[in-house]
């Protein structure tokens, strides 16, 4: 059972243009939504995260929109840089106990120079 | 900045053969995780464990699994006899609070069951 779905698994951008990843979930109790970004030997590093009650947060170059109707959300990184190549991960929950992370299978994203 | 150290970094056994995994959580942090990430699949949620005993698992922690903070700083995974299908990355993750965003992972170790 995939709660959470990233379709694409991989994705090739030009470097200074606008990264999309894409995320969808199916649980409508999850209020708490993250980004991860991988490497390769390393583990998973948190990134920007939303909460239910807003549809976007924006740090620097990092954007997360949420569209709770859709039970979709996106992370668009803008402009994109070589060191942005890496595994993105998309993760949930609910907020309101130590509840897991439910984490998606993660978009290889390729910025090329 | 603080960081979540896992031990060893690649682990090889042979089927039925017990291993143990041993993370050193972050010093203040009161939550821990194990993870494992079979090759090309998701990160899978394995269990988790505060104020020394597990508050949550998942179908994956069967009776083969077994986690442990036997001193204060190190939390251990162990798998009594593995089996093939063990073989992944297994990541330690540890949290200050209950809020997410303080997920701190390591590294990782991947294990190869032979």
């Known amino acids: 059972d995939q709660q959470v779905k990233q379709n694409s698994p991989s994705l090739s951008v030009q470097e200074g243009r606008i990264s999309i990843l894409n995320c969808d979930y199916t649980?409508?109790?999850?209020?708490?939504f993250l980004w991860y970004k991988k490497y390769p030997a390393e583990g998973p590093t948190f990134l920007i995260s939303?909460?239910?009650?807003?549809d976007k947060n924006e740090d620097g170059r990092f954007t997360v929109f949420l569209n709770k109707s859709a039970k979709h959300l996106s992370l668009h990184i803008v402009p994109s840089q070589p060191g942005d190549s890496a595994v993105y991960f998309c993760?949930?929950?609910?907020?309101?106990?130590?509840?897991?992370?439910?984490f998606g299978k993660g978009t290889r994203l390729s910025v090329i120079a | 900045e603080p960081e979540v150290t896992q031990t060893p970094s690649h682990q090889v056994t042979q089927m039925g053969q017990e291993v143990i995994l041993r993370c050193v959580p972050i010093?203040?942090?009161?939550?821990f995780y194990w993870y494992r990430q079979i090759l090309g699949q998701k990160v899978e949620f394995l269990v988790s464990?505060?104020?020394?005993?597990?508050?949550?698992k998942s179908e994956i922690f069967d009776d083969q699994f077994s986690v442990e903070r036997p001193d204060g700083s190190n939390f251990t995974l162990k798998i009594r006899s593995t089996k093939l299908e063990d073989s992944a990355m297994y990541f330690c993750?540890?949290?200050?609070?209950?809020?997410?965003?303080?997920?701190?992972f390591g590294s990782g170790t991947r294990l190869t069951v032979v």
């Open positions: 993760a949930a929950n609910v907020n309101s106990g130590n509840t897991p992370l439910v």
């Open positions: 649980n409508s109790m999850f209020d708490y």
């Open positions: 464990f505060y104020n020394n005993e597990i508050s949550e």
């Open positions: 993750a540890s949290s200050e609070a209950l809020r997410l965003a303080g997920y701190t």
């Open positions: 010093s203040n942090h009161l939550y």
């Open positions: 939303i909460s239910s009650i807003k």
